[in-house]
């Protein structure tokens, strides 16, 4: 089981960025794919970015143009920039690694973007 671990969270300014890490315990090359997902109180949890073990991407059309999701093979990390950050933006950010029929998750990294 591969244990995730985020980090690079913190409080930016509006039209501000931050990079986000992943750090993965296994070789990420095992998943089908990685994404980002964000979550804000008493609502569900949205994916925001994905990368295939392919490298191809997709973005949730609410970040399409600020948030760019990238991979590093050998180092087992995925990166989120986020650029043009939104007070929109602010949530809490979780890895995901997913091989159906199996998904890990890591604990998570709050974002706050002021206005």
């Known amino acids: 089981q591969v244990q995730l671990v985020e980090s690079g969270g913190g409080l930016a300014q509006a039209g501000g960025s931050l990079r986000l890490s992943c750090a993965a315990s296994?070789?990420?090359?095992?998943?089908?794919?990685m994404a980002w997902y964000r979550q804000v109180p008493g609502k569900q949890r949205e994916r925001v970015a994905w990368?295939?073990?392919?490298?191809?991407?997709n973005y949730a059309d609410s970040v399409k143009g600020r948030l760019i999701i990238s991979r590093d093979n050998d180092k087992n990390m995925v990166y989120l920039q986020m650029n043009s950050l939104k007070p929109e933006d602010t949530a809490v950010y979780y890895c995901?690694?997913?091989?159906?029929?199996?998904?890990?998750w890591g604990q998570g990294t709050q974002v706050t973007v002021s206005s």
């Open positions: 296994g070789s990420i090359l095992s998943y089908d794919s």
């Open positions: 990368i295939s073990w392919r490298g191809s991407t």
């Open positions: 995901n690694a997913n091989q159906p029929p199996d998904t890990y």
